[in-house]
């Protein structure tokens, strides 16, 4: 079992635009609606990097800088792990796009921005991070198996931000990944407590089914984006309630997550 305490947490998908701006909703207090995101440009991204910088790099700032705004940690000093099971898709499909043709001609910020680390690099380059950082991938687990990785790389000396993302695909991407929305997750880990700690969560295997919302209406934002299987562990974090809910993982056994306020 691994055990850290919650500082920050972001999200960003339609109809919950920030952690703090969706706590009734979480808690089932306030109705859900589907609202569109609006366009958005990362506030730490130097001009230059925002320019080039994709939908995934956007979709994977707007947590991130929720989490670190909301917390006011030095996202400078974080150590960091970003999960995504696509990545960038878009440019995924343009590349392959561009080979098909004659001649082949490949956009050079298109080839920059192809590998999956693009999110992490352009978050270390926009906040000055010499700090370590992970991507990794995992297809529906990607969450549960990013936030296995971070609380492991949470220690005395230094908080983990986790920042678990995707976006939809073009077609004819999307008919063999439907993703229904795009969205994007974040939780910074602390081995401390401390005054501005949300709660302590611990990590272990279990038998039990993956568990669903507790509100209805956020359950096909949950299936539709593999980020969003951390909603069942924001809705403990917005309620402040202790409990434990299951993650898919990459096979048997499922992954735990006890969360106490």
Not at 98 to 106: D, E, F, K, S, Y
Request: hydrophobic share 50%; proline share 7%; charged share 15%.
């Amino acid at each position: 079992m691994t055990a850290c305490f919650i500082k920050g947490v972001g999200i960003a998908a339609p109809g919950l635009a920030g952690f703090h701006a969706s706590l009734e909703i979480l808690r089932g207090v306030a109705p859900y609606l589907a609202n569109a995101e609006t366009p958005y440009a990362p506030a730490l991204l130097p001009p230059n990097e925002r320019r080039r910088a994709t939908a995934p790099v956007r979709q994977a700032f707007r947590a991130a800088e929720d989490a670190v705004n909301g917390s006011g940690a030095d996202a400078r000093e974080l150590a960091s792990v970003f999960a995504s099971s696509d990545a960038d898709m878009t440019v995924l499909h343009r590349i392959c796009a561009a080979l098909a043709q004659t001649p082949r001609v490949i956009s050079p910020t298109d080839f920059h921005n192809s590998v999956h680390n693009a999110a992490s690099g352009y978050w270390s380059i926009a906040v000055q991070s010499m700090a370590v950082t992970t991507t990794l991938s995992a297809y529906d687990a990607s969450f549960a198996i990013g936030l296995i990785e971070a609380a492991a790389l949470v220690d005395d000396r230094r908080d983990v931000l986790l920042v678990a993302y995707d976006t939809t695909a073009p077609q004819p991407l999307l008919t063999k990944r439907p993703l229904a929305v795009s969205a994007s997750v974040a939780l910074i880990l602390s081995a401390q407590a401390g005054a501005a700690a949300l709660g302590r969560i611990a990590v272990s295997a279990s038998d039990h089914p993956e568990t669903s919302c507790a509100n209805p209406s956020l359950e096909g934002l949950r299936v539709g984006n593999p980020a969003l299987r951390a909603l069942p562990l924001f809705e403990l974090l917005a309620a402040q309630r202790a409990g434990t809910i299951a993650l898919r993982s990459t096979g048997e056994p499922r992954i735990a997550v006890s969360f106490t306020p």
